[in-house]
C-alpha cells in the first residue's frame, strides 16, 4: 500500500486559556455525507489536555468549515481518574446515541501519570457530551495493574470490541521513569462492561520496542486492517530513529494478529512538520478511499494532517 501525504490541516492557534498548544490524538465522526466531525485534545499553559472538535467537508479534510471555540466537558473531580486531563481516542453511534470513550489523567508521585479510559454519550448528534460515569470503564485490574490508554471501538452484531493501550512495566531509564505498553483486545455487551482476559493483540516485535499506541481498526471483506504507532523504548523522544512510526497489521478474526509493518506505507517526511514522527492514525473510509488522520512532531504540537490510501 502507498499512502500519499495531503499535508497539515490543522493546528490550536491559542486563542482561549485551554488550547496553547497541541492538537493530539484525532478522531474522525463521519457526522453525514457533507461533514466530518474531528475531535482532538489541546493542552494549557499548565499542560492539562482538554477536548474539542473541528468540523470538514466530507473528502476535503482541508476545508474547515467549523472550529470549536471551547471544551467538551470539565476535568474530573480531584482525586479521579481524569482531574489532570483528558484527551478523545474512539467514537461510536447506537441507538441515535454517540459514545466517545476518552483517555483520563492523573498525577502519581513515584511515575509521572496515570491513565484510564472513560466514556461520555451525546444526545443531540455530537454537538454536547456529558460524562457517563465519575470513574473508569477501562482502568487498571488484577491482571492489568498499570494503566490504559488510546482505544478503538467497533461494534459488529451488537457485539462491542475494543483494542486499547495496556502498560506492562514502567523502567527508569537514564534517570527517569518510562512506561511500556502494547495493545490488548476486550469484548462487551454493551460497552461499558467489558469481559477482559489481557489478550494481546499486538505485542512488542524485541526487547528494543517500547510503545504500541493508538489501534486504528477497518474490516474489509475477511480481513481486519489496524494501523497503530509505535517506539521505540529509549531515546524516542530526542532520536529520529527511535520516534513514532505508523505501524500495520492484519487479522482474520480481530483477535490474533500478524505484525507487517513494512506493509505500512507510510513514514516520516524529509521536512516539516511530521519529519520527526508521525503517531496516532486514526483511518475511515469515504467513497471507496481511505483516509489517515495522524499527528507528526512533538506528540501533536505541530499539529493534524492527513494522507490518502492509493493501493
Known amino acids: 500500500m502507498n499512502w500519499v501525504k495531503k499535508g497539515l490541516i490543522f493546528n490550536v492557534d491559542g486563542q482561549y486559556d485551554w488550547n ?24 494549557n499553559i499548565l499542560g492539562k489536555s482538554q477536548i474539542s472538535y ?35 481516542t474512539s467514537i461510536v453511534s447506537q441507538n441515535n446515541k454517540k459514545y466517545l470513550y476518552f483517555i483520563g489523567w492523573t498525577i502519581k508521585k513515584t511515575v509521572p501519570y496515570h491513565n484510564s479510559i472513560g466514556i461520555a454519550v451525546s444526545e443531540d448528534d455530537g454537538e454536547t457530551f456529558t460524562k457517563c460515569f465519575d470513574g473508569p470503564v477501562i482502568g487498571a485490574t488484577h491482571l492489568e495493574p498499570y494503566f490504559t490508554g488510546t482505544a478503538y471501538v467497533r461494534i459488529e452484531s451488537g457485539l462491542w470490541r475494543i483494542w486499547y493501550l495496556s502498560c506492562t512495566k514502567w523502567e527508569e531509564i537514564e534517570g527517569r521513569q ?22 494481546v493483540a499486538i505485542d512488542f516485535k524485541d526487547n528494543h520496542e517500547g510503545g504500541i499506541v493508538s489501534a486504528s481498526v477497518l474490516k474489509e471483506k475477511d480481513v481486519y486492517k489496524m494501523w497503530y504507532g ?27 494478529w500478524i505484525r507487517k509493518d513494512e506493509l505500512a506505507g507510510i513514514d516520516c517526511s524529509d521536512e516539516g512538520w511530521d519529519s520527526e514522527m508521525m503517531s496516532y492514525p486514526n483511518v475511515i473510509e469515504h467513497q471507496g478511499t481511505k483516509y489517515m488522520f495522524y499527528n507528526g512532531n512533538g506528540f501533536g504540537k505541530t499539529g493534524i494532517g492527513y494522507a490518502t490510501l492509493e493501493e
Do not use: T
Open 20 to 43: 496553547k498548544s497541541h492538537a493530539q490524538c484525532p478522531v474522525v465522526d463521519k457526522l453525514n455525507e457533507k461533514i466530518w466531525r474531528i475531535f482532538y485534545s489541546s493542552r
Open 54 to 88: 473541528f468540523d470538514v467537508k466530507a473528502g476535503q479534510p482541508e476545508s474547515i468549515v467549523n472550529r470549536n471555540s471551547n471544551y467538551l466537558f470539565e476535568l474530573g473531580k480531584p482525586g479521579s481518574f481524569d482531574d489532570s486531563g483528558v484527551m478523545p
Open 178 to 199: 518510562e512506561p511500556y505498553y502494547h495493545i490488548k483486545y476486550a469484548e462487551s455487551n454493551d460497552g461499558i462492561h467489558w469481559d477482559r482476559q489481557a489478550k
Open 230 to 256: 509505535y517506539r521505540q523504548a529509549k531515546g524516542y523522544r530526542e532520536l529520529k530513529e527511535r520516534a513514532y512510526r505508523i505501524g500495520y497489521a492484519e487479522s482474520k478474526d480481530g483477535i490474533e
